[in-house]
Structure formats: C-alpha cells, structure tokens
C-alpha cells in the first residue's frame, strides 16, 4: 500500500476535469499505474513511535493551554479592579498543567529507555548539538525513526525551511523563501535549537555572526543553521554513530591518491 498527497495527485492532472468520485477513482487508479516506480509505499509504525506520538501531541496541548492561563492570569494583573478568585483559578490551572507535563515526560523517558533500537536512535540524536530530548523524539516520530527518510533535502522541503526559487527568464525574479509548509511543532523546535546553538556552540556562534557581519538578516541566517542540523541529523542517522565535534569530512579519492 501506498500513501500519496491528494495535492501532488490532482497536480498530475489538468485542473479543468470534473470533481465527482468516479473521475478521483480513475485519476488516482491512473496515478498508481503512471507512478509506480516512485510510490512511498507505507510501512506501520512500532508501537513505541505511535505512543511516543500520542504523549508529545498531548504534551503540546497542555504546553498550550499553559501558555494562555499565564497569558490571563498577568493581563488580570493588569486591571484596576480585579478577581482574586479568578486568579487563584489561573493558578491552580498552571500547577496541574505543569504536572501533567512533568508525567509526561517522565513517561516519555521510560518508554525510549525500554525500547533498545527506539533508545539508541534517540540518544544518537540527542548527541548533535542543539537536539535535546523534545526535539529527537519529535523527529524519529515524524520519520518513524528515520524508515520513510534520511534525506536533509527532503526534510527540509517537507518541514518548509527550504528556501525555493522563484524565477523566470529576466521579468519574474522574487527573493528565494521558505513556503513553511509542514508540521510548525517541528519548525518552532527547529529554530530554538538553531537559536540555542547560535549562541552556546562555538562553531555555529562563529558562523552566526559571520553570517550576520556580511549583512545577510538574522532569520536568515537562523534558518540556515536550522539546515545545517538537518544535515547532522541525518548523517549520525546514516552512520549510525553519535556526533564527534570538530569532525572534517575526507575526500575518498585524497586517501587513495
């Protein structure tokens, strides 16, 4: 079985046909024979990735729902007449909001260490800089564990960090931009470990404000250490190895020359 995007299936055909369930048949029956040679076919995922998935989208929910009860709770710091009732309620709201994250994380450790192979992906993520734990699993959840892709490029493309061009002979030129398409937990996570690294790690704080010295705009330069970690990421993934600092690529034809 294959999962395709309804998208990139009705782009495969003129947009002038009728919509009705006998065209979509034969246009996806006809997409399955013209494609077949490039068809994702799917794969289940384990058990761990599909409740690793359930326990950071409820972790997402409350981190939200926490986030808008601090919201309330300092604009009602804000008013000339206010609730104390209100407030308290705010605040317990936050404490158990809180605590429910903090479950979840405990559980979400103790299923990555019972899992060996799931374990060992994580903690060859958790090695490249920038990634912690949040970030990893998020990851090895959206690729289940790496199965559909190790791609950097595809990735990126995917999450909507990718900056695409966009020109036509000499008239039509518009700057390279990111379409951010793609799931915005993982972007969101994405540029804060860019933005963490950018200032804790030597080699990309070194980059960064070369980068910015030259004139080019901080997001800019953000997203591009964003691409960089993709990189990293799937190359420990490929290796099979953790991160080695300072580590320099050899040309293979340099050590049989």
């Known amino acids: 079985m294959a999962v395709e995007s309804p998208l990139k299936v009705k782009r495969a055909f003129a947009q002038s046909a ?3 369930d006998t065209v979509d048949a034969r246009q996806i029956a006809e997409y399955g024979h013209r494609f077949y040679d490039e068809l994702p076919w799917w794969t289940p995922p384990t058990v761990v990735v599909e409740q690793v998935r359930v326990l ?3 972790r997402e929910q409350f981190t ?14 804000h008013k000339v007449i206010t609730s104390l009732t209100a407030e308290e309620a705010y605040g317990q709201a936050i404490v158990q909001l809180d605590e429910n ?4 994380d405990r559980e979400l450790k103790r299923l990555i260490k019972e899992d060996d192979s799931f374990h060992r992906l994580i903690r060859t993520l958790t090695s490249v800089p920038g990634v912690g734990m949040l970030l990893a699993a998020n990851l090895a959840v959206l690729t289940n564990g790496f199965a559909r892709t190790d791609n950097p490029k595809h990735l990126a493309s995917y999450l909507g960090i990718c900056p695409l061009e966009h020109t036509s ?3 039509v030129y518009r700057k390279p931009r990111s379409r ?12 804060l470990a860019a933005m963490s690294v950018s200032v804790h790690n030597a080699q990309f704080r070194a980059y960064y404000l070369r ?9 800019l330069v ?6 960089k970690l993709l990189k990293i990421v799937c190359a420990v993934v490929r290796t099979d190895s953790p991160y080695i600092p300072n580590y320099k690529s050899v040309n293979p034809a340099l050590l049989s020359a």
């Open 211 to 219: 980068k910015v010295a030259e004139g080019k705009p901080k997001r």
């Open 180 to 191: 951010q398409y793609g799931p915005p937990r993982m972007r969101k996570l994405l540029y």
């Open 18 to 20: 009728p919509k009705n």
């Open 64 to 77: 939200a729902q926490r986030v808008a009860n601090i919201n309330a709770q300092q604009a009602l710091h």
């Open 56 to 58: 950071l989208t409820a």
């Open 222 to 227: 953000l997203n591009n250490i964003a691409n």
């Open 101 to 104: 994250i903090e479950e979840i």
């Open 169 to 171: 002979g000499t008239s």
